[in-house]
């Protein structure tokens, strides 16, 4: 009687520390050593990133206003009328037109560019190392300095246009209102280009050489295996450029900032985040600015869906 009695609840034992341990695993993962390495990025991910949006969310439905360190200030609930102001201000939609063109321009140029230069640097036998240091030297030198280089070659009298002589545009380019914008665009996809070439030269060390081989052998031409190989074997990588090329240029700042003195002529080349600068800490409206970085967020993660299920696959 005494076993009869003892093998159930050896059982009922059993299956609780079974469901306790399939708990564990999906909380914890199946090594929760992970979760404790992973720990100081997680907290700087939340302290750096999470906080700054959950506060931006909070001041975009108040009436938010800086005050002296320590003081006490009651600010009033005000809705969505931040949001308003945002809807009716002519400024706001010129940004976000602004940065729309930027990033028309600047993303298929980095995608395609990146690839191409990836595929040909990745064939390369003599001074490979030269070159692809040559192509990410732009993206590691400090702006202000580039921007010095750029400001010479697109000024009015500078080599560009000394370059075109009568075709050059008049306006010159950084001070006219409709190639402000456009001349922004191919700076920052020269200057960050290094960086997706990089990206797109890890990826095409994963392509299996076979497929290559198997290529030639069907008598595949140069374009035909790039187009039939490469560029769905590199797809992971694609969505991963496009990715960081959208929300880069989403955030685009330092180069209106430097290159057209604050978003001239009159606005042309002003961005969402520059906006935000100027409406938040120049004209002390910090919850308009938030307001506006609100939407902001919200149109990349639209963008960023769209292009996930245009480009992504099961595997990325």
Known sequence: MATVTTEPATDRADAQHARS??????????????ILLSAPYLIFIGVVFAFPLIFAVWMSFQDYFFAAPGADVER???????????????????????????????VPLTVVLSLLLATA??????????????FYVPYVTASVAVVG??????????????????????????????????????????KQLGFFILLYLAALQAVPQELYESAATDGAGAVRTFFSVTVPGVRSATLLVL????????????????????????????????????????????????????????LVLILALIERNLVGDEES
């Open 149 to 190: 280089v750029w400001l010479f070659m697109f000024s009015g009298n500078g080599l560009v246009n000394q370059v075109l002589g009568p075709l050059a545009p008049d306006p010159s380019w950084l001070i006219n209102p409709f190639l402000a914008m456009p001349t922004i665009a191919f700076f920052v996809t020269w």
């Open 243 to 298: 990715l960081l090329a959208t929300i880069t240029g989403a955030n685009l700042f330092t180069e209106p900032y430097l290159l057209t003195n604050g978003g001239g002529p009159n606005g042309a080349s002003t961005s969402p985040v520059l906006l935000m600068y100027q409406k938040g800490l120049e004209q002390g409206n910090p919850d308009v600015a938030a307001a506006i970085g609100v939407i902001l967020v919200i």
């Open 21 to 34: 341990a399939r708990r564990r695993r999906r909380i914890l993962g199946e090594n929760p050593l992970g």
């Open 121 to 134: 640097l990745n064939r390369v036998v003599r001074a490979r190392l030269f070159l692809r240091v040559s």
């Open 76 to 106: 009033e609930f005000v809705g969505f009328d931040n949001f308003v102001a945002v809807a009716t201000d002519p400024a706001v939609w010129r940004s976000f037109l602004n940065v729309g063109i930027f990033l028309i321009i600047n």
